[in-house]
């Protein structure tokens, strides 16, 4: 009877150690579900701000093309328009 008692002890121990083994974990897995989401919102944070960059780069070339090509128009210090103006007048007699 008392080897019955025993192992029945000994069992309820095994299975309070279990159980404080399983709490364990279950925080440890919410904590890295924490650790995973906040990770996630971050990446989604990074992807907007490269989405942004690379519209503003994408503006930015068209502007610097823009200029090119005004300035290929035009004599240096003289937007392109004036000096397309000013060359006809030249031109003519």
Same mark, same amino acid.
């Given at each position: 009877m008392d080897k019955i008692i025993d192992n029945k002890n000994q069992g309820l121990k095994l299975m309070s150690e279990l159980r404080n083994q399983t709490e364990t974990t279950l925080d *440890?897995? #919410?904590e890295i579900d924490?650790?995973?989401n906040e990770t996630s919102d971050n990446t989604n944070k =990074?992807? /907007?701000a490269v989405e942004t960059i690379k519209q =503003? *780069?994408?503006?930015? %070339? /068209? $502007? #610097? $093309? %823009? *200029?090119a090509i005004v300035a290929s128009r035009g004599e240096p210090g003289e937007p392109g328009g004036l000096s397309l103006r000013s060359r006809r007048r030249h031109v003519r007699p």
């Open positions: *440890a897995i #919410a924490k650790m995973v =990074i992807v /907007l =503003i *780069a994408t503006q930015t %070339n /068209l $502007l #610097a $093309l %823009n *200029a």
